[in-house]
Every structure is written in C-alpha cells, then in structure tokens.
C-alpha cells in the first residue's frame, strides 16, 4: 500500500516538475506531500519512515550544483528547496526535540556537501539566497519553528516559483498568528526587524514592503511592535511518549 501511495504521487507530481529543464525536485515534491500538511506542520518521524525520499534527494542535489547556465528561478528554486530539505535532516538527525535552538549552533554547523564543499544553514542563506535580492525568499525558508514562515508542502520549481513567492508572502503577511495588522494596532514578525536591509528594495521599506500584501495598509502615524518568536518546533503531534512537548 506504501508503495502504491508513492507510486501515486510520482504520477501526479511528474506531469508538474517535467518542465524543470535543469534539475528535477520529484523526490523532495514527494517528501513534502507525504509528510508536510496543508498548513504547514510537519511530520518528521515520517520524514525519517521515508528517508529514502530525503536522501536521494541529497544526492541528486549533492551533484547538480546551479551554475550560471541555469535561470534564476531555476537557481533560486534549487536553493530554496535545498535549505528547507537540510533543515528537515538537522531536525531529524537529532530527533525528538523541542526546539532547532535546542542544537549547538544550528545554522552555523557545515554539516551536508554540495559539490565536495561543505555548507552551513547560514551559507545558503546569507551567503547565496540573500543575494538574490528579493526579500520574499525570507517566506519560502523555513527554520523548523512555529514563528517562521509555513513549510509549503510542494517543491519550488522555476516554473511555480514567481506565484509561490507571492502566495507564502502574501499568506504569512495575513496570517494573524506571527502579524496582527489593524487600524489601531501594528504587531509584526521580528523577521522584518532581523532582515530590515533586505526590505529596501526597490527605494521601498518594511512598512511599504507589507502594505504591497497585507489586506489592512499599516498608516505612516502607526507605531511598528514586533512579536515574540516561538521558536518550538514546528511538528505534527508525535507518537512517541517520554518527551513533553509546550
């Protein structure tokens, strides 16, 4: 029956990644729909059921690394995709846990390879994505908690990328759990705070930045207050006993 549920989804996600030129994401496009829900929990003790899934996919992108042949959506998918992947395998590598702040500097730690090099959390964000200066990537990655940005549970491709930076920009912007946006009141994610640089797009800013998506325009008179971050970990409820979980 496994085999089957697998063998159904390869058949619906090829017709969708097929126009994938240079690299294709069916392995990770499979993970994410077995084990990811609509809304973006996810269930790790299943990502570790298929790990197969996971580490194949580590291979194929172990020996694809982007060059300057491909598009930028076709590199900015790929980078997006790889750091959400190694994220799960950080979090599953030390399964259970509470929180990915429970690990010894987690997005400093060179722990997977690309092409021979070995690369951190920190790298592929601050070092390759952050450069694409385009401040909706800060949506699309996810840091295993529950104040981040939702894991989406396809696989970014070049061909969905544009709408999907849109859609999770958009969506976590609304979101009334990590932004509370109201005429008498501005409550926002520290990720605007962290990443205020990344926001200049443009000759724009943070407040210009969210009023492009948010359904309620913050007025130029509001003061800016930004949330705690719940940094517990972004999970399905799990099956084992003897951990307790906030």
Not at 174 to 189: C, F, H, L, Y
Request: glycine share 2%; proline share 3%; aromatic share 16%.
């Amino acid at each position: 029956m496994k085999k089957f549920t697998i063998l159904f989804i390869a058949l619906i996600t090829y017709t969708t990644l097929i126009g994938q030129n240079k690299f294709d994401h069916t392995n990770w496009d499979q993970a994410l729909l077995l084990n990811v829900s609509e809304n973006g929990f996810v269930d790790y003790e299943g990502f570790m059921r298929n790990s197969y899934l996971l580490y194949d996919y580590f291979q194929e992108l172990s020996e694809n690394k982007p060059d300057q042949t491909w598009t930028r959506n076709e590199r900015m998918a790929y980078w997006i995709n790889a750091y959400n992947a190694y994220t799960i395998k950080l979090i599953i590598d030390s399964y259970p846990l509470k929180s990915i702040t429970n690990l010894k500097k987690p997005w400093k730690k060179k722990f997977f390879k690309i092409d021979g090099e070995w690369y951190s959390l920190n790298d592929l964000e601050h070092e390759i994505l952050r450069k694409f200066d385009d401040p909706r990537i800060h949506f699309a990655i996810n840091c295993a908690s529950i104040s981040c940005p939702v894991v989406w549970n396809r696989a970014y491709t070049a061909e969905n990328l544009q709408r999907a930076l849109d859609r999770q920009t958009k969506d976590f912007i609304n979101d009334p759990t990590r932004n509370e946006i109201t005429s008498s009141k501005v409550r926002i994610s520290k990720i605007f705070d962290w990443f205020r640089k990344d926001f200049k797009v443009n000759d724009g800013d943070v407040i210009k930045f969210i009023n492009t998506y948010s359904n309620v325009k913050i007025t130029e008179n509001q003061n800016l207050e930004y949330a705690n971050y719940n940094w517990g970990l972004n999970q399905v409820l799990p099956s084992y006993e003897g951990i307790v979980l906030d």
